[in-house]
C-alpha cells in the first residue's frame, strides 16, 4: 500500500499532519473522519502528486465562487421540496454549472449518493468546496428530515456573508486605487526628475542636506537596479502575505485591527454579525450549542474572536450560560450581543434573537461602510501631503542653499 502524506483539521481548528499507510485517498479519509478529522491535503509520498494534491493546484487556479454554491444550495433546496430525486437533481446542477471545477465536484457527489453514501458524507469529502459549516448543517438536515429547509438557510446565510465581503472590498477599492496611483507617480518622478535634478545639484557643486540625499539615494537605486527594486518590492509583497498565513502573523494582523483607531469598531461589528448569523443558522438547525460554537469558531476571520468561542464552548459543557461566557470577553464582543444573547436565553428564543441582532450588526456594517471613503480621504490626504511635502523640501533645500551663497 502506498504512504500518504497529509494535513488534517478537527471540527474544534486543530490541524495535524503526518504519514500513513492506506489503500487508497478515500479509505485514509474515512479513516481520518472516524476519528474526527476531515482531510484538507494528501500527497504519495516519494515525490508523486496524487489527485488530492492536483485538487489544490486546480483550486488555486479555479477555486468555487460563493455565488456558485449560493445558487447550487437555493436550486437544490427547491428541487428537494419538489420531490425530486437527490442524484437527479445533482445531475441538473452539475450540467447547469459554469464553473469546471464545482461540475467535477458535484458529479462526483452524485456517483458518491448512487453508491449508497450520504450527501453530507459526499459533501465532506471536498472540504476546499464546502465549508464544515455547510457540512454540518446538511448533515443535521438529513438527520431531521428537514434537508430543503436547512439549505435554504444556508442560501440565506450565504447571501448575507457574500453581501457583507462585497461591501467591505467595496469600500477598500478607493484608497487602494488613490494609493496605487501615488505609488506610480513617485517612481516616475525618481527615475525621470529627480536624476536630472541631481546632475545639476553635481554640476553646481552644492553641499546636499541628508532629506536631499536620501531621495537622490532612492533615485539612483531605481534608476541604475529598476528589475532588481521591482523584484524587491514583489519580494517584500510575497514575504509578508506568507507571514500573515502563519499563525503568529494572523494575531498580529488581528490584534492591529483590534486596536487600531476606526478600523477597530468596525472589525468589532464585522465579527459580531458573522458570528450571530452564522450561530444563528446552526441553532435554528438543531446543532447542540457547544458543537455550534465550535464550528462557528471555524468561520471566523479573527483568531482572537475565533479563540473565544473555543474557550465559551468548554464553559457551555461544563453547564455555564451562554451570556455568562460571553460576558468574560467585553474586549471582544461588544455589550449589545451579551444582552441580546441573555434576553434570547430568558426567552427560549435565541434563535431569533442571533438573527435579529446579525441585521442590526449588517445595516450598521452597511451605514460604517458608505461613509467609510469620507473617512479615510482625509488619512489619504494626509499620507499625500506629507509625501509630496517631504519630497518637496528635499529639492527646495539646496535651491535656497544655493541662493543664500549668492
Partial sequence: MPTYFYTAKSQDGKEKSGRIEAASERELAQQLRQGGYFLTFVAVEGGQESAASRKIFFRIFNSVPMVE?????????????????MDRGLRVLSAQSKNPRFRQVLTEIERGIRGGKSFSVSLAEYPDVFPELFISMVRVGETTGRLDEVLMTLTIQMEKDYELRSKIRGAMVYPAIILSVMVA??????????????????????????????????????????????????????LIKVSMKTESGKKSLDFVFLNLPLISDLSRKINAALFARNFSAMVDAGVPINQALKIVANTMSNSFFRESLLIIAEGIQ????????????????PAMVVQMVEVGETTGSL???????????????????????????????????????????SIIQPIYSLVGQM
Fill in 69 to 85: 454554491k449560493m445558487i447550487f444550495a437555493r436550486h437544490l433546496s427547491t428541487m428537494i421540496r419538489a420531490g425530486l430525486p
Fill in 185 to 238: 507617480v513617485g517612481i516616475l518622478m525618481m527615475v525621470m526628475v529627480v536624476p536630472k535634478l541631481a546632475s545639476a545639484f553635481q554640476e553646481m557643486n552644492l553641499s546636499l542636506p541628508l532629506t536631499t540625499s536620501i531621495v537622490i539615494g532612492v533615485s539612483q537605486f531605481l534608476s541604475n537596479h529598476l528589475i532588481l527594486g521591482m523584484a524587491l518590492f514583489v519580494f517584500i509583497v510575497v
Fill in 318 to 333: 461544563k453547564g455555564e450560560s451562554l451570556s455568562s461566557l460571553l460576558r468574560q470577553f467585553s474586549g471582544l464582543y
Fill in 351 to 393: 434563535s431569533d434573537t442571533l438573527r435579529n441582532l446579525a441585521e442590526f450588526y449588517e445595516q450598521e456594517i452597511n451605514h460604517v461602510t458608505k461613509n467609510l471613503s469620507t473617512v479615510i480621504e482625509p488619512i489619504l490626504m494626509v499620507i499625500i501631503g506629507v509625501a509630496v511635502g517631504f519630497f518637496a523640501i
